[in-house]
């Protein structure tokens, strides 16, 4: 089919739902069952997808076809943007988790070290102001 403005607005749309989700074009086309080529194709601009293939792609990033079709990228823009802040949301808690486990491991390394009696004046710091005692622990270890 020949490019047609309706294709010069899909192709970069696709394109930038496929980046948003960190997929490559082989990835894309092999999950709405087209070849690598028709996809970057169709991303360019050069062919319109036929309704099978424009069905699949709505489908695949849970759009309806008006959606992916409308002239204004408003809405996804949006939906974009809200993917966007669930992914940096889940790598914050991954960091997050990280941060603790070294957190109870440079703790259990300054730990092993000291006396009973020791264990419990940290114990009852730490549950005063755990950060500040952390801070001090990092300090030992250098």
Same mark, same amino acid.
């Given at each position: 089919?020949?490019?047609?403005?309706?294709?010069?607005?899909?192709?970069?749309?696709?394109?930038?739902?496929?980046?948003?989700?960190?997929?490559?074009?082989?990835?894309?086309?092999?999950?709405?069952?087209?070849?690598?080529?028709?996809?970057?194709?169709?991303?360019?601009?050069?062919?319109?997808?036929?309704?099978?293939?424009?069905?699949?792609?709505?489908?695949?990033?849970?759009?309806?076809?008006?959606?992916?079709l409308a002239s204004e990228q408003v809405e996804i823009a949006k939906e974009s943007t809200t993917n966007?802040?669930?992914?940096?949301?889940?790598?914050?808690?991954?960091? *997050?988790?990280?941060?603790?486990? %070294?957190? !109870?491991?440079?703790? @259990? #390394?300054?730990?092993?070290?000291?006396?009973?009696?020791?264990? *419990?004046?940290?114990?009852?710091? %730490?549950? !005063?102001?755990?950060? @500040? #005692?952390?801070?001090?622990?990092?300090?030992?270890?250098?």
């Amino acid at each position: 089919m020949a490019s047609s403005k309706k294709s010069d607005i899909l192709g970069p749309r696709i394109r930038l739902l496929r980046l948003d989700r960190g997929l490559s074009i082989k990835e894309l086309a092999d999950s709405v069952g087209v070849h690598r080529n028709t996809m970057s194709d169709i991303e360019n601009g050069k062919f319109f997808p036929n309704p099978k293939t424009l069905l699949a792609i709505s489908k695949f990033f849970n759009l309806s076809v008006e959606k992916m079709l409308a002239s204004e990228q408003v809405e996804i823009a949006k939906e974009s943007t809200t993917n966007l802040m669930h992914r940096i949301l889940e790598l914050e808690n991954r960091i *997050n988790g990280i941060k603790d486990v %070294l957190d !109870q491991d440079l703790l @259990s #390394v300054v730990t092993s070290s000291l006396s009973i009696d020791d264990r *419990n004046v940290l114990g009852s710091a %730490l549950s !005063q102001n755990k950060e @500040s #005692v952390l801070i001090f622990c990092k300090t030992l270890i250098k």
